[in-house]
């Protein structure tokens, strides 16, 4: 059969069209794959840029923690010093005042326990503020006190009254001590007795004479 210019158009369409559909898949399978392949790519640096982001995260979460635990150390140390502290006061309050009401007790019952030898003075006496008359007068009430340096001291000093002149006065200092020389409590007494009354008025030293 003898092709005529109609068939030979037809058939050069037909191979056209058959040549742009293989291009346009070849095409579509390209673009497919790119796009395939850029997924991976975004996915995979995605990924890093997670890894890359984990990494100050976990230092910053140690870093608090280290943070946190070294504030709860430094409590706990200072929370037990203050325990520690609270304790011997108490300890060297305790052993003072119990020296302070024995030595009281002598000076009542006239036994003249740990009292100067020196008369007594108008004005309030300080010969307790002299580290060496107070160590060769000071009396120990108690022997020893539970976990103490040493045993407590007190001091009896004489005090006369120019307002009452019939009246006794005198001027009780002790001192308790904790476990160390350091923690030291000292307390006073002004005791008076005139007649069958007694009178004691009590007070703390706030600093320690020496």
């Known amino acids: 059969m003898t092709d005529t210019p109609g068939r030979t158009a037809c058939r050069c369409v037909a191979h056209a069209l058959c040549g742009s559909s293989k291009q ?7 673009s497919g794959g790119r796009r395939r392949r850029a997924s991976c790519l975004r996915r995979g640096a995605h990924r890093t840029r ?4 984990v990494l100050p995260i976990v ?8 943070a946190t635990s070294a504030a709860w150390l430094e409590a706990s140390v200072a929370a037990a010093r203050s325990a520690v502290n609270v ?3 108490l300890q060297a309050f305790n052993a003072a005042d119990s020296a302070l009401t024995l030595c009281a007790r002598s000076v009542t019952a006239g036994t003249g326990i740990g009292a100067l030898a020196s008369p007594p003075v108008a004005r309030e006496p300080t010969q307790w503020k002299v580290e060496a008359t107070f160590e060769a007068a000071a009396a120990t009430p108690v022997a020893q006190w539970p976990g103490a340096l040493r045993a407590p ?4 000093e004489g005090w006369s009254l120019p307002a009452r002149p019939d009246a006794r006065a005198y001027l009780l200092t002790s001192r308790g001590f904790g476990m160390n020389k350091d923690s030291q409590v000292w307390l006073q007494m002004e005791l008076v007795i005139d007649g069958d009354r007694i009178e004691r008025h009590w007070r703390r030293v706030a600093a320690r004479p020496f």
């Open 87 to 89: 304790r011997d006061y």
């Open 24 to 30: 346009l898949a070849t095409l579509q399978v390209a």
């Open 59 to 66: 230092l910053l979460i140690s870093a608090m923690l280290l």
């Open 50 to 53: 997670c890894r890359g982001a």
């Open 153 to 156: 001291q007190c001091v009896v």
